[in-house]
C-alpha cells in the first residue's frame, strides 16, 4: 500500500529512540506514532482515527476487557 515503507519507519524510529533508548518522550512515540498511521490511511484513502477521545469512550471498554 502507498505509504507502507514511511509508516514502518516512523514506528520502527518511535520503538528504537522512545521505547529502546528513552530518547524521546511518551508524548513524541505516541505524536510519532499517531502522526504516521493518519499520513498512511490519509495515502491510501482510509478514515483517519480519532486520537483525542479516550479508548474507553471510543470504543465503549476498558484496556483490560
Known amino acids: ?3 507502507w515503507n514511511a509508516l ?3 514506528v520502527h ?3 528504537a529512540y522512545g521505547l529502546e533508548c ?3 518522550t511518551h508524548g513524541e ?3 510519532e506514532i499517531a502522526f504516521a498511521l493518519d499520513q498512511f490511511a490519509l495515502k491510501n ?3 483517519v482515527h480519532d486520537w483525542n477521545t ?3 469512550d471510543q470504543y465503549g471498554e476498558t484496556q483490560s476487557d
Open 29 to 31: 512515540v505516541e505524536d
Open 54 to 56: 479516550e479508548y474507553e
Open 45 to 47: 484513502g482510509l478514515p
Open 13 to 15: 524510529r518511535a520503538f
Open 1 to 3: 500500500m502507498n505509504g
Open 8 to 10: 514502518i519507519k516512523t
Open 22 to 24: 528513552n530518547d524521546m
